[in-house]
């Protein structure tokens, strides 16, 4: 299967070009600001890909950078014309407001992991988004989105299961996925045995996957810096952007996609990456706990 068109994955490689040609002749933000008789910020979210881009706007560009070649200008009006479509997840966001934690920030979220070719995660309180079976993420979501309505939640479970197909992709190939799980996640009860059996049991089906690898970080390992919280590397095409990190947190998401907090999270990762056992070794410790659910079900499940 194909990975879905991604509209901020055009505005980002839009917004790339024209900084390359902004700096190509010299202007700064506010000299061309001052030529397009509009604000700064304007100009800055066209280069960052938060804005949306209008083809007046980007005709105007044109003209002020001199673009002369007829290839170079379809190019860009045709980023313009992608920039402006919709993604897949903007039917399913309608009317959810993803301000809790754990809820993947659906809109944004989903267009930069759907550009995305490699994800990196820290998960230390449940089984990640990509991972996790039909059963368990309903009652994850339905935990953390209480106030939500019924409808919200479906939308919010459809567009993760959605999520869940870049990891079976042909074209392009599937999404390179490194988890790093800790054992936390694997000894905390959600649901009774059966769901928490059958979550198990995807972890390891899904591990022998090869371009999904899943360590798991022992209680051994002690208090690591990445033990701050949850958190993912989105490894992002050179020309749709900067590699982002998605941070979650009960009073909203951030997005970083600065050079220095891209290393310092990429450094964070490799420190908990080097603690976790191997992947054979997190294999056996996944099927340590999937004996004991079977053996000793849960007493209590959320």
């Known amino acids: 299967m194909a990975a879905p068109h991604s509209p ?21 933000l506010d000299d061309v600001a001052e030529k397009m008789t509009c604000s700064t910020s304007k100009i800055s979210r066209l280069e960052t890909g938060k804005g949306i ?10 003209r002020i950078y001199g673009v002369a070649s007829e290839t170079e200008r379809d190019m860009l009006l045709r980023l313009v014309r992608d920039g402006r479509e919709h993604g897949w997840w903007e039917s399913l966001t309608e009317g959810v407001t993803p301000e809790r934690f754990m809820m993947d920030a659906p809109g944004r979220y ?4 759907n550009d995305a070719t490699a994800v990196s995660a820290f998960d230390l309180t449940v089984v990640h988004g990509l991972l996790q079976t039909e059963r368990y993420m309903r009652l994850v979501i339905n935990t953390v989105f209480s106030h939500q309505t019924e409808e919200a939640i479906e939308q919010l479970v459809q567009i993760r299961m959605k ?9 392009p190939k599937p999404l390179q996925f490194t988890s790093v799980m800790d054992e936390a996640v694997l000894s905390r009860p959600i649901g009774g045995a059966d769901v928490m059996g059958e979550q198990l049991e995807r972890i390891l089906e899904l591990s022998e996957r090869p371009n999904i690898s899943i360590r798991v970080l022992p209680f051994g390992a002690g208090f690591l810096r990445a033990h701050a919280g949850h ?14 990190v998605y941070i979650e947190g009960h009073s909203g998401e951030a997005f970083l996609d600065s050079r220095d907090d891209v290393k310092l999270y990429r450094e964070v990762f490799a420190d908990a990456l080097n603690r976790t056992r191997s992947g054979a070794e997190s294999q056996e410790v996944v099927r340590s706990y999937l004996t004991a659910v079977r053996n000793n079900p849960p007493d209590h499940a959320t």
């Not at 881009?53 to 044109?62: A, F, G, M, S």
């Not at 989903?110 to 992991?113: G, I, P, Q, T, W």
């Not at 999520?163 to 074209?171: C, H, I, K």
């Not at 989105?234 to 590699?243: F, R, S, T, V, Y």
């Open 110 to 113: 989903a267009s930069l992991e």
């Open 53 to 62: 881009p209008k083809i007046p706007d980007v005709n105007e560009l044109i």
């Open 163 to 171: 999520r869940q197909e870049a990891l079976f992709r042909d074209d």
């Open 231 to 244: 958190f993912v590397l989105l490894g992002i095409p050179a020309d749709l952007g900067n590699d982002v």
């Open 8 to 28: 901020i994955g055009a505005r980002r490689r839009l917004g790339a070009e024209l900084r390359r040609l902004r700096n190509k002749v010299g202007l700064t």
